[in-house]
């Protein structure tokens, strides 16, 4: 039962990443692949309908973890105080650039908000990095059960780091590289013209340093955590996740050399969810892992609710949870299409909202 | 100076307030524009039509500040009250993952397809959208009200071996009494604020002179609808809801009442001052054996008043629980008495004449927010010193390990945050009210899409 909600909280998680880290993508590109106005419309416009309820997959992962792991949501969200507050602060700041950028017709307001919209875009990105970064690495969980851990302190890994330290701010790098290919090839794919064209060259720019910057990674990772390489070698399930992680990434490839942005996105999406997937599984059944002595990390059992209280939610997740993955099969077909920038064509998915 | 619970009570107090401000209007606003939907739908009414969608323009804005500014309150859970997360996310964790899995999805997915999807997928998805998205906000507003309704009357837990609450009765703790009379109270109020603030619209344009039948649909919706609402307040939901609390949380009813002695036919204060150091209320004007009558239904029953209550089990700021609930109720009153009057006028035909009438609509604007607060303050200092009523003091809920320096300097983030955005909110719903109802657009797309820029260009 607690395998299975780890699952559970792990596969919303990385559906989150997946989704709502196009949409990033999107917006870290923004000011880059869109040059006037126009074509920032456009961008807005393709992920408009979208980028709300690609958020909701954090807030009910959240509500889910929340639900399962409650010793994990408190000792974790406490304990990032800080950086958990930073990152809700520009968050909001992102979202109401999305939602308040088309209200006033004025040049100097909708700079603001493509500006404010990229930088937040950017920022997310590196930060649910860094995040990651923490969640692999560890944190100073002590024999309280608690932990409080600073922005930074030692830049080299060690007991003694903050949330940034060399290794979590290098996952970070490598995730603004990758979820920029990734809202690389959304745009690429929805887009027409010069915003196509651009973005599919970002995307293969940034693909391509991402995937130079993986051994890089990989071998940090080996160095701050060499246990969950240990675990993994004998999961085959990790082995499995991993296998589909190399074909997705060859359908990324793919995608990206024949320059074909609707394989390529499936493949970068598939990519995402994968790499998540074998970490996950590779840390199975440790949340939390302490960094001052394994044994004093907290794992699914320790912070799991009773079986009783999995059953009933495992009840209505069943219900819940296809009819959530039906809304996001249901949105992507009503707005399938190119977004175009004429009257003739507001119905291909030029109708975004908030 | 103070200590980090007081800074992390005022963060959560402060953000939760300042959230709700948005969703009271969205739920109730979501309610007004699906009637305005049905009637536009069956007699094809392109006034009715319109107006929707100058609504629809509101909402947007509204449910984007409500979405933005919620999704810290989730966070605080974690981050300031880890030690209560850990009590008792076993039971509320519940609610709050289903209200994310039922209620926020259906929301998102809709929101676009009602917004700006109404040319590309005809009148029927449209109507079916804002359908949707009332259920979707309606139901969401079940759910946490189910959580807090668990925080002030917990049912359907036990504790574990740890100490730690859990699912004991799915059931019992979801259909909990005390959150479907709170839910029903709360409705209603998100209905009169909505009511009020598009009655308040309506008497501007009136006033001022334009789009004289817009002003005319607006008046007749909100003053009816509000009248209707501001009743249903008093009774059966504020009713039932007061004879819970005499029942679930006497102390909490002492308190606000500014009862201090237990009294036979109890005495309603209609005014005063409590003086908590000498347990009296000064300068009282009250109606003799009223209180015994709204809690018992006679007049010489006797109620519980603070003096049975241990002092531990006193509500900690018991001055500002007596004004918070007298605010709340006078104002409830004084909403059915200018409804009332707003409707009889509008019966004879001459509303749109009586010009104070229409001041008194206009200014009246803002109220049901500040009743709205004063109710929900009412609720949650009522239920103080507890954090879940009888089995964790709020003091005992804190993040251990989060300091008072760390707590005020996201306070102050917030604030700043928050002010920003209450200024952009009001200059943007500002300038849709000035500018009315007609569509500011060419072709009659909504304001705030990229879809209107993308249809305009």
Known sequence: MEALWFTIVAGMLAVYVMLDGFDFGAGLLHLIVARNDAERRTILAAIGPVWNGNEVWLIAGGGALFMAFPAAYAVGFSGFYLPLMLLLWVFILRGLSIELRGHVTNPLWAAFWDATFAIGSALIALVLGAALGNVVRGVPLDGTGTFHIPLFDSFWPSTRSGVLDAYTVLVGVFTVLALGGHGGLYLAMKTEGPVHARSLRAARWLWTTSGLLFPLVTWATVQVAPDLFVAAGQRPLVWFLAVLLVGAATILAVGLVTGRSGLAFIGSAGTHFTLLGTAAAARWPVLLRSNLEPSLSLDAFAAATPHHGLRVALTWTLVGLPLACGYVVFLARIFRGKVRLDTATVTTGAAAHS | ?457
């Open chain 2, 1 to 457: 100076m103070t200590d980090a619970l007081f800074w992390h009570r005022l963060h959560f107090g402060f953000t939760v307030t300042y959230h709700y401000l948005f969703p009271q209007l969205t739920m109730g606003l979501a309610f007004l524009i699906l009637l305005l939907k049905l009637k536009a739908f069956r007699s094809g009414s392109a006034l009715h039509e319109e107006a929707a969608r100058f609504w629809a323009r509101i909402f947007a804005v509204s449910f984007a500040m409500g979405v933005v500014t919620g999704i810290p309150l989730e966070f605080q859970f974690g981050t300031n009250w880890a030690r209560f997360s850990h009590f008792a996310g076993g039971v509320i964790g519940q609610t709050l993952a289903i209200e994310g899995m039922f209620a926020f999805f259906l929301e998102a997915t809709f929101l676009g397809i009602f917004l700006y999807g109404e040319k590309r997928f005809g009148p029927r998805m449209h109507l079916a959208a804002a359908v949707a998205l009332w259920m979707g906000s309606w139901l969401s507003g079940y759910f946490i009200i189910a959580t807090n309704a668990f925080m002030q009357h917990p049912v359907g837990h036990t504790m574990d071996a740890a100490g730690r609450l859990q699912l004991a009765d799915f059931w019992a703790f979801v259909l909990n009494p005390w959150a479907i009379w709170q839910y029903l109270h709360n409705m209603t109020a998100s209905v009169v604020t909505a009511s009020f603030v598009v009655a308040g619209v309506g008497a501007f344009w009136s006033l001022s002179g334009g789009h004289a039948e817009h002003a005319s649909l607006a008046l007749r919706t909100g003053v009816v609808a509000g009248l209707v609402a501001s009743c249903l307040m008093v009774f059966p939901t504020g009713d039932r809801h007061g004879k819970l609390l005499a029942e679930k949380q006497p102390a909490t009813l002492a308190a606000m009442e500014g009862l201090f002695e237990s009294q036979a036919g109890a005495e309603l204060a209609i005014i005063g001052q409590p003086n908590v150091q000498q347990r009296k209320l000064e300068n009282p004007v009250v109606v003799p054996g009223l209180l015994s009558f709204l809690i018992y239904g006679s007049f010489g029953s006797t109620v519980t008043g603070l003096d049975r209550i241990p002092h531990d089990q006193w509500p900690d700021n018991i001055e500002l629980l007596y004004y918070a609930y007298h605010v709340m109720a006078g104002l409830g009153t004084l909403f059915i008495a200018l409804m009332a009057l707003s409707a009889f006028q509008l019966w004879r035909g001459r509303l749109e004449r009586t010009r104070p009438l229409l001041w008194a609509l206009m200014l009246a604007t803002p109220f049901p927010y500040i009743a709205t607060t004063a109710g929900w303050m009412t609720a949650e200092l009522g239920r103080q010193p507890w954090l879940v009523h009888g089995l964790m003091r709020t003091a005992d809920g804190t993040s251990p390990r989060v300091s008072a320096g760390n707590a005020l300097f996201t306070l102050i983030g917030f604030s700043g945050l928050y002010l920003v955005m209450g200024i952009l909110f009001l200059f943007l719903v500002g300038r849709e009210i000035a500018h009315g109802p007609r569509s500011p657009h060419p072709r009659g797309v909504p304001a705030g899409s990229p879809g209107l820029a993308v249809e305009a260009a």
